[in-house]
Each structure stands twice: as structure tokens, then as C-alpha cells.
């Protein structure tokens, strides 16, 4: 077991005179890390979030039976009324692992790690359309503005590492929903995630570094408004507004070293970028967010979400479902292994899916339509099973029949995972207790070992 590096830097207390804006001036400062209600399986999660829709016939849900109605009318399925015409997958499914787990060859690399994978095939959400949808599985309700799953999750967690953000998201969608994916909405602004824009290569974090003031000056910046406030404490005690706005600039200081230090990738060897397929052009991108999250996640951060879009193949299945796999696969596989070879996947639940399946029906001559009542998801490492399938969708794949999972009983589980009770874990807003569940959420137990 390779022993995690720290990348605490100098000056633990932390102080700052950063000026921040957007984002991160929302971010405040180290808070006390909550007691899980019970024995925890995993520390932290790691969000592979494939938006658009990935087809679950295509990639981890074998259907012999859609083979072999291929071409005839099936039922009606996802956004249609009435029948359409079945069409089998394009790429054949092989058994992995000691598992034996079919796994399409879209996916040759994940499939390596196939005795790692949970497979839920019984996946559900409430509305087939995209904007919706993800809102939905990010924050549980497509309606109302609500604290994102990973903002939640550092709130009953708390901070790992003081130097840096607790929730991150790398190269999140600027669409359906935007920001709200990772906002805190009425949760303290410490629990807002940051985002990071790696699309274009490096890391891009905004107000990182100070070009006015060099750090004695920035330290004495802070130390002024550190006294100020505690004099404003005496008079307005519980007003919390200026003591988080203050709190971020504190954070934005530690953020000076640790970021560039943790976000770099200089460091690691050779053999480790190209197993994340940073030499090749097609994973080059994908590849170098995930050996990015790998880095973040060792140095404490709790929640990593990682956004791969465009899997919304109404035309074009054949050509363009095969270049996003072909993007994401060796990357994802080399970070399975890499957390396993350094001790981390054990408490580190991963979790890989987008905001709804695919159609079995054809749509056009080459597409398949949304299909909100039945795809999959799959879990890795924090205590689940792996090399096991949870659930089951219909013999064509049109609609969840055993282990049903809405996005309630999704979010249910991953708190489970790192010993949060969801009924418990609530917030007191405008005269009511919210939760991530709402008054829903069954927490799928089987999966766990």
C-alpha cells in the first residue's frame, strides 16, 4: 500500500488577504469534520458523471433477447406512445473477471476491472428530459433550487484538508442547470463546490493568486479584518454572512500552495500518465481530469465530480457512443486500478452513470431515443459488491422491473456508504427540516459486502 502524501502546507491557521470572486468567494475555511451516525464504508466519492445518457443495452446491461427481435416492433418505450422497432446493440458483450459480468466491447478497459463493479441496473428518474433530469440527479428535485448531492455530503462530513475546497467539480456543464449542480443553495457557503475547467488542458481556478499584494501584505490585510470582526462578533453575535465571506479569503491563501501543488501532474511518473492515456489525443483529456481527481481525492478532498458530455446519440449511435467510450475507458479503468494499488478505492465509493438510459427502440436509422424508466449505473470500491448485478430491467431493457433505484434511493445509498443516515441528515430552513431525500429514499443494502 503506497502511503498517501499530505499536501498540508505551511502555516496550518492559514490567513489570506485574497481577493475572490464568483465561485470561490463562497468557499470559507477548515470546519469541524461531522461524526458519521454509524460505521462508515467510505471517506470520500468520486463522481464519473457521463451527461447526455449513456445507453445501458449498449455498454452494461446485456439483452440476448433485443438481438434476437432485432428489427421487429417492440413496446413502447422512454418518450414514445406506441411501438417502435427493436435494434440490437451494434457491439457484442463478453463475461469478465471472476464475475463473469457481461460488459460490452465499448468498454475493453473498464471491463479489466469487472470483479470491482457493482452494476445497478435497476436505475429510474423521473423525467426524460435533460435539464430536468441531471438537475435531478445532482440535487434530487427538478422543480426547486436544492443543495447538490456533493454539498450535502461534505455537510454531514465536514473538511478533510483545511488548504483545500471540500467539493470539487472538474469541467463541470455549463447547461442544464449550470452551477446548481454543485451549489449549496441554503447551506452554509463552505459547502458550495469549486468548479475547475480542465477542457481545454490545464486547470483553469480563477483568483487564485493576488497581483496587488504579495503574502505580508495579504497576511496583514487578513489580520486586520480578523480584529475587525471580532469586535462586529460582540455586537451582531450570530451573524454569520461577514465570518464566511472572511473565511474564504483565509482558505484562498492555504489555496496558493496547496492547489498548484495538488493539481500538478509534473510529478507522477511516466508509466502512470500513460496508463491514464495522456500520450494518446482521444484520452488525453478525459485521462488527465482523472489522474487529477485521483490527486485530489489523496490529499482530502471529499467529493470529486468529473462531467464527460455529449452521449445524447439520438442519430449517430454507432459512430459517436463509440468515441465518447473511447475517450473515457482507459482513463476510468487506470484510475480503478491506480486508487487500488494506493490503498484508496477500499474507502472511496465511485460511482459512474449520466441522467437517464437509451431506448431499445431505433430512433431514425441510428440513434435511440431517452429512456427515464430503466438504465444503469455502476458503483466501485466503498464497501460495495463487486463483480455483482443489482436489479434488472425488462428482456429488451425498456423498463426497471427488479431493484428499482430512483435518484432518491441513489442518494439514500451513497450517504449510506459513508455512514450518514439520510432521515437524519437535515438542515432547518425557512421554518422546516430539509433533506437530500425529501421524505423518500430506501437505501439499496444488498449492494454492500
Not at 499536501?7 to 469534520?33: D, E, H, I, P, Y
Not at 463493479?117 to 436544492?146: D, K, Y
Not at 432518491?408 to 438542515?427: E, F, W
Request: hydrophobic fraction near 35%; proline fraction near 5%; glycine fraction near 10%.
Amino acid at each position: 500500500m503506497t502511503t498517501r502524501r499530505s499536501f498540508l502546507t505551511r502555516g496550518a491557521a492559514g490567513f489570506s488577504g485574497l481577493a475572490l470572486s464568483g465561485m470561490l468567494a463562497k468557499q470559507a475555511t477548515a470546519s469541524v469534520a461531522g461524526v458519521p451516525h454509524f460505521r462508515p464504508r467510505a471517506k470520500r466519492v468520486l463522481f464519473l458523471c457521463m451527461s447526455g445518457g449513456p445507453s445501458h443495452v449498449d455498454t452494461f446491461d446485456y439483452k440476448p433477447a433485443l438481438a434476437r427481435l432485432d428489427g421487429q416492433s417492440g413496446p413502447a418505450t422512454g418518450r414514445r406512445r406506441s411501438s417502435a422497432r427493436l435494434m440490437k446493440s451494434p457491439w457484442k458483450f463478453s463475461k469478465h473477471g471472476r464475475s463473469g459480468l457481461p460488459i460490452s466491447e465499448l468498454f475493453p478497459q473498464v471491463a479489466k476491472q469487472a470483479d470491482h463493479l457493482c452494476l445497478l441496473h435497476g436505475m429510474q428518474t423521473s423525467v426524460p428530459a435533460h435539464p430536468q433530469a441531471f438537475l435531478e440527479l445532482h440535487t434530487g428535485t427538478t422543480q426547486f433550487v436544492r443543495p447538490s448531492l456533493g454539498s450535502w455530503v461534505v455537510y454531514g462530513l465536514g473538511q478533510e484538508n483545511e488548504n483545500l475546497p471540500s467539493f470539487i467539480s472538474l469541467s463541470p456543464p455549463s447547461g442544464n442547470g449550470g452551477s446548481r449542480n454543485y451549489g449549496n443553495s441554503f447551506l452554509p457557503a463552505i459547502h458550495q463546490g469549486t468548479p475547475i475547467d480542465m477542457r481545454r488542458g490545464a486547470a483553469t481556478l480563477s483568483d487564485i493568486d493576488n497581483p496587488r499584494l504579495d503574502r505580508d501584505q495579504q497576511r496583514r490585510q487578513l489580520d486586520l479584518i480578523s480584529r475587525l470582526h471580532r469586535s462586529d462578533a460582540v455586537t451582531r453575535p450570530g451573524d454569520d454572512a461577514i465570518r464566511s465571506v472572511a473565511a474564504s479569503y483565509e482558505l484562498a491563501f492555504r489555496m496558493q500552495d496547496a492547489v498548484p501543488e495538488v493539481m500538478s501532474i509534473q510529478s507522477e511518473s511516466e508509466a502512470t500518465r500513460r496508463a491514464y492515456g495522456l500520450q494518446n489525443d482521444e484520452t488525453q483529456s478525459f485521462g488527465r481530469q482523472c489522474l487529477t481527481a485521483r490527486r485530489l481525492l489523496e490529499a482530502g478532498v471529499r467529493f470529486v465530480e468529473i462531467t464527460h458530455s455529449g452521449w445524447d446519440q439520438h442519430r449517430r449511435l454507432r459512430e459517436d457512443h463509440a468515441k465518447n467510450a473511447a475517450a473515457v475507458d482507459q482513463p476510468i479503468a487506470a484510475l480503478l486500478a491506480d486508487l487500488q494499488s494506493r490503498g484508496l478505492l477500499e474507502d472511496t465509493l465511485v460511482l459512474w452513470g449520466g441522467e437517464f438510459g437509451r431506448t431499445p427502440a431505433v430512433q431514425g436509422n441510428d440513434g435511440r431515443d431517452h429512456n427515464h424508466k430503466g438504465f444503469t449505473m455502476w458503483m466501485a470500491g466503498g464497501g460495495v459488491r463487486g463483480g455483482y448485478r443489482y436489479g434488472a430491467t425488462d428482456e429488451l431493457g425498456g423498463e426497471a422491473v427488479d431493484g428499482k433505484m430512483d435518484i432518491h434511493d441513489l442518494h439514500a445509498t451513497v450517504l449510506h456508504a459513508l455512514g450518514i443516515d439520510h432521515k437524519r441528515l437535515t438542515y432547518r430552513y425557512a421554518g422546516r427540516d430539509f433533506r437530500l431525500t425529501d421524505v423518500h429514499g430506501n437505501v439499496a443494502k444488498e449492494i454492500f459486502v
